[in-house]
Nanobody
Framework: QVQLVESGGGLVQAGGSLRLSCAVS????????MGWFRQAPGKQRDLVAR???????FYVDSVEGRFGISRDNAKNIIYLQMDSLKPEDTAVYYC?????????WGQGTQVTVSS
């Protein structure tokens, strides 16, 4: 049973920073890709950033240059460093892992950015 547990969310003022963590049961090397998604109230869940097993990263335009995704293979944790946060970044952030065509999700962590 794969489990993903997010942490690090909270309330921050605009311009501030947060670092989200996603602890994964088992080796993250077994997943072809891992990513962070977010879902604001009344909106669909959208991809924010992804890192593939080979290290290639992808960011949506709205967070490019402000967010950074990284992975610690020894600890089986992926991170999302979020800088220069904006009110529109407010959402529940979810960690996702992909393996053999299947996607695993964490329970989410709330990020609220006040103006």
């Amino acid at each position: 049973q794969v489990q993903l547990v997010e942490s690090g969310g909270g309330l921050v003022q605009a311009g501030g920073s947060l670092r989200l963590s996603c602890a994964v049961s088992g080796s993250i090397d077994s997943f072809s890709a891992m990513g962070w998604f977010r879902q604001a109230p009344g909106k669909q869940r959208d991809l924010v950033a992804r890192v593939r097993n080979g290290g290639n990263t992808f960011y949506v335009d709205s967070v490019e240059g402000r967010f950074g995704i990284s992975r610690d293979n020894a600890k089986n944790i992926i991170y999302l460093q979020m800088d220069s946060l904006k009110p529109e970044d407010t959402a529940v952030y979810y960690c996702q892992a992909e393996r053999a065509g299947y996607r695993y999700w964490g329970q989410g962590t709330q990020v609220t950015v006040s103006s």
